[in-house]
């Protein structure tokens, strides 16, 4: 059901933001921008210390501005004691981590810890609110470890993509805030009521799905365009082409058809994982998604094969010996995350087959634990190319695209760039002296 909120608009509440990740810090940033008091609580005690002085180590654009005016305006606040915080709380939102446990579903230690340690001190009339991403029950089941009659749960799942997470909260294209208590729901709506966006009212197990069938449905997406892009290059056809041509209808749309190395990040791969977890608990077979899951794996190994073919070692040979350059490592561009990055990946599994990268990745400050044991990180772009046998590009950094190709191609042993996200102008390259192989198209040069 959809309505119009806000008729009462609510300002200066006292929120309580727990966890102050990708999700949680905009939240709170964003809500002390739309007028509201808040305080931000994590478990990372030198990580709050550093918000409280405004500095913010994530690479999200506008959030360290958002979070120095939340700062200054007396509205944005840090703490360590979640429940000390919850004391004074109108409104708890948990934006804690709810990983990928062994087997595939969502770990919910987190959750459930933070509720247990604030049960005791939410006043009446208060609500919390799971913005963490959990399977649908969490609320009800949250509800009963609370076991507070006086204190209202509702889920308000979060939409935002990082890279963008700012924009994305302020500019929504839906809200969604469901519980069992319509009273709840509705105050918690009220929160956004400034940002004027379509809100969908509903109860708290609807609402949890609700993350579960975007998410799923855009990783599906995802895997079918893939898949469309393989396709594609056995029959000769022109994936860009192809899903522009598609987008055109207004039903499919032109966002997220872009064919990559498999879609990656902090959430997707997990969230995928728990809802085909959650279906086998209900007996429910799901075909489709696996499909999804199982096509992302075989996406990846699609671009190491073909990075070994543009070497011309075969697609099954050893790399060992060849150095390759590596474009990004960031699970998309515009992030420092490198979660769960195909990227990442697909650079393993390089390393595996005995290739040495040195990579270039303009978000990443070469000191990511993640790297150990995968590539060198340099600070200059034109350094992975020295003597290398070939270019990958695996994130699609904008900055890539106006590199000095011709230049490159001078530096390299072999002048190829395997281009798995379809980034750059094959033209460009073909007149700097560059071969390209892209996904889903014809190679160039
Ligand atoms: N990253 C994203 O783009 C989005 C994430 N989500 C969901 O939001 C949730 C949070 O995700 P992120 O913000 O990416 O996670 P994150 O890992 O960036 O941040 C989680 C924060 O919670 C803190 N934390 C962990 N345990 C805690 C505890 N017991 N008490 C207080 N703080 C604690 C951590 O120190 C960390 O600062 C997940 O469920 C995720 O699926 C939803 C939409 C977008
Ligand atoms: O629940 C979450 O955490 C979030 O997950 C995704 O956001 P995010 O993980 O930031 O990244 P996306 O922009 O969705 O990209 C996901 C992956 O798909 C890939 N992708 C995306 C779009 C596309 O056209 N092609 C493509 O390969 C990206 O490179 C990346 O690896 C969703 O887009 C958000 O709506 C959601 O809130």
């Known amino acids: 059901m959809s309505r119009e909120v806000g008729v009462w608009v609510v300002f200066a509440r006292r929120i309580i933001v727990m966890g102050t990740g990708y999700v949680g810090l905009t939240t709170g940033a964003c809500l002390a921008s739309l007028g509201h008091r808040v305080v931000c609580c994590d478990v990372d005690v030198v990580k709050v210390e550093r918000l409280a002085r405004g500095e ?47 087997g595939g579903a969502a770990d919910l230690t987190a959750v459930e810890s933070v509720a247990g340690e604030i049960r005791g001190r939410l006043p009446a009339a208060s609500v919390v609110v799971t913005k963490s991403t959990v399977p649908v029950g969490t609320a009800a089941r949250l509800g009963r470890l609370l076991d507070r009659d006086d204190v209202a749960v509702a889920s308000n799942p979060e939409f935002l993509r990082e890279g963008s997470a700012v924009h994305d909260f302020l500019n929504p294209d839906r809200i969604v805030v469901g519980s069992d208590s319509p009273d709840a729901a509705e105050r918690v709506a009220a929160l956004y009521a400034r940002l004027g966006a379509p809100t969908v009212l509903t109860d708290a197990a609807s609402a949890e799905m609700v993350k579960y069938a975007a998410n799923c449905f855009l990783a599906t997406k995802l895997s079918y365009v893939n898949a469309i892009a393989e396709l594609c290059e056995l029959l000769g ?67 190491v094969s073909k990075v070994a073919d543009a070497c011309g070692v075969g697609v099954e040979s050893s790399l060992s010996g060849v150095r390759l350059g590596i474009l990004g490592l960031a699970f998309k561009a515009g992030t420092d995350d490198l979660r769960d990055s195909p990227a990442l990946a697909v650079a393993r599994a390089l390393v595996d087959r005995g290739a040495e990268l040195i990579a270039y990745d303009p978000g990443l400050r070469g000191d990511e634990p993640e790297l150990a044991g995968i590539a060198t990180l340099v600070d200059d772009p034109y350094r992975v190319a020295k003597e290398a046998a070939g270019l990958v590009l ?19 042993r072999g002048p190829v760039v395997v281009d798995t996200r379809n980034h750059l102008d094959p033209d460009v390259l073909r007149r700097a002296g560059m071969s390209w192989r892209g996904i889903g198209r014809a190679p160039v040069g």
Not at 62 to 91: C, H, K, N, Q
Request: proline share 6%.
């Open 56 to 102: 913010v180590r994530i690479l999200e654009p506008d959030l360290p501005e958002r979070v120095a005016e939340g700062i200054a305006a007396g509205r944005l606040e840090f703490a360590s004691s979640a429940a000390a915080a919850a004391e004074e709380a109108e409104v708890v939102f948990l934006c804690l981590p709810t990983p990928m446990s062994t």
């Open 237 to 303: 056809a022109n994936i860009t082409d192809v899903t522009e041509g598609m987008g055109y209808d207004r039903r499919i749309g032109q966002s997220f058809l872009e064919a990559g190395p498999g879609w990656g990040g902090s959430c997707l791969p997990k969230d995928t994982r728990a809802l085909l977890r959650v279906a086998e608990t209900a007996g429910f077979d799901f075909p489709l998604l696996e499909a999804a899951v199982n096509g992302n794996t075989r996406q990846r190994e699609q671009v």
């Open 394 to 412: 695996l994130t699609g950094w904008p900055e890539f695209r106006t590199l000095d190709w011709s230049r490159l191609a001078g530096m390299l």
